[in-house]
């Protein structure tokens, strides 16, 4: 008899899974001590993988109790829940997906880690958007909430997939002077992407552009995929 599919079949999986030695891995991981980015947040102890794995078990579950999971105080029920949200997405209605898009920007306090972020931006709000007005992303770059800005960036990794780049230079331009190291990272990656997925050469137009006034990080990830001499060169700018 396969278990109810609702939140908490889901929590009563993972629970099975917990792995108490795992846990304050996760937790130092992760930055959840004292002032730290992700400050409080708790672990189960139940890998990706073995997520992913549950999260199949229970495909179909309703958008109201997909909900219920990410709002928990545990990360591997929010992780768990998104990763049940991309995919209920992927196969859903037009009504349906806008229903979720709809559902995931209410939840952004609780998208609240970088890797809950990287799981679902793109496969949510990017793929949402790509028909449409991305006026909302611009306003997640100019909020206040770290991991809404980090969304707005990292959402852009659909049009980058469908050999768009404007959006991700304009977005990486409104978070150029952000003091986040998560938020660097997060830009010079997007920037590479496009370098790799759409054309090299509008990579390093931005770059001639922006290179000097640019975070050392999201520099140096952007570089990533240039040739060593060229890596250098735009590092040494000033």
């Given at each position: 008899m396969s278990a109810p599919k609702t939140a908490a079949g889901v929590k009563a999986a993972l629970r099975?899974?917990?792995?108490?030695?795992?846990?304050?891995?996760?937790?130092?991981?992760?930055?959840?001590?004292?002032?730290?980015?992700?400050?409080?947040?708790?672990?189960?102890?139940v890998s990706v993988p073995t997520q992913r794995k549950i999260a199949r078990e229970f495909r179909g579950i309703s958008l109201a109790e997909t909900k219920k999971l990410l709002v928990s105080k545990m990360h591997e029920d929010r992780l768990t829940g998104l990763i049940l949200l991309v995919d209920s997405y992927e196969r859903g209605t037009e009504a349906e997906k806008r229903e979720i898009f709809k559902a995931y920007l209410a939840s952004t306090k609780h998208i609240n880690n970088w890797?809950?972020?990287?799981?679902?931006?793109?496969?949510?709000?990017?793929?949402?958007?790509?028909?449409?007005?991305?006026?909302?992303?611009?306003?997640?770059?100019?909020?206040?909430s770290l991991w809404e800005r980090r969304i707005a960036i990292i959402a852009t990794f659909a049009f980058i997939n469908k050999g768009e780049h404007r959006d991700t230079f304009e977005i990486a331009r409104l978070l150029m002077?952000?003091?986040?190291?998560?938020?660097?990272?997060?830009?010079?990656?997007?920037?590479?992407?496009?370098?790799k997925r759409v054309d090299v050469k509008h990579l390093r137009a931005f770059l001639a552009e922006h290179a000097p006034s640019m975070p050392r990080t999201a520099l140096r990830y952007a570089l990533e995929h240039l040739p060593?001499?060229?890596?250098?060169?735009?590092?040494?700018q000033k």
């Open positions: 099975k899974q917990a792995d108490p030695v795992k846990a304050p891995i996760l937790r130092r991981f992760f930055k959840t001590g004292p002032g730290e980015y992700a400050e409080g947040d708790q672990f189960l102890g890797d809950l972020v990287d799981t679902s931006a793109a496969q949510i709000v990017g793929r949402y958007l790509l028909d449409k007005s991305r006026a909302r992303l611009r306003a997640l770059a100019k909020s206040k002077k952000d003091e986040h190291d998560l938020i660097h990272k997060a830009v010079g990656w997007m920037l590479r992407e496009v370098g060593a001499a060229e890596r250098q060169r735009f590092m040494k």
